[in-house]
């Protein structure tokens, strides 16, 4: 049973944007506390982008700040990360996160963004 689906990835060119999304089963995103996306670079561990919990407070690292808006329409059951002025640095699988109330937690199979310098 799929969960957690994203979406929206691809290439595009240093400057650029992206917008993804990732949908949620309704069973659990009405149960999510915290969602969020991370991503992980080749030959690289995987690390937090952003995070948006249930009352709307956001997190973002520190590399993205400025730059990436994690946002999420309830009505849709979706959670989006709009990516402007994109890098190469940014080249990454992006998975999408949720942590349920219970603390049971939740991953997407990825979506791969490709920045070109």
């Known amino acids: 049973q799929v969960q957690l689906v994203e979406s929206g990835g691809g290439l595009v060119q240093a400057g650029g944007s992206l917008r993804l999304s990732c949908a949620a089963s309704?069973?659990?995103?009405?149960?999510?506390?915290?969602m969020g996306w991370y991503r992980q670079a080749p030959g690289k561990q995987r690390e937090l982008v952003a995070t948006i919990t249930k009352f709307g407070s956001t997190n973002y690292a520190d590399s993205v700040k400025g730059r990436f808006t994690i946002s999420r329409d309830n009505a849709k059951n979706t959670v989006y990360l709009q990516m402007n002025s994109l890098k190469p640095e940014d080249t990454a699988v992006y998975y999408c996160h949720l942590l349920r109330d219970d603390g049971m937690d939740y991953w997407g199979k990825g979506t791969l963004v490709t920045v070109s310098s």
């Open positions: 309704g069973s659990i995103f009405s149960r999510g506390i915290v």
